[in-house]
């Protein structure tokens, strides 16, 4: 069975679309983070969940 470590990131109203891409862009590339849920709020706060796989290395002796 996979399972997921998550990291939620929350962004301000006023933060840019540009802005945003390379924040989640650089968890991307640096973190092996992989985009799992966009949620966008009525005021404009944007919450992102990311995830990325945990694993576990077993002892072979």
Do not use: S
């Amino acid at each position: 069975m996979i399972q997921y470590e998550y990291r939620v990131l929350t962004f301000p109203r006023d933060a840019t679309r540009a802005e945003v891409r390379q924040e989640l862009t650089d968890h991307a590339e640096y973190g092996h983070w992989e985009l799992a849920r966009t949620r966008l709020y009525i005021g404009g706060k944007r919450r992102v969940w990311l995830r990325r796989k945990i694993i576990r290395v077993q002892r072979t002796a």
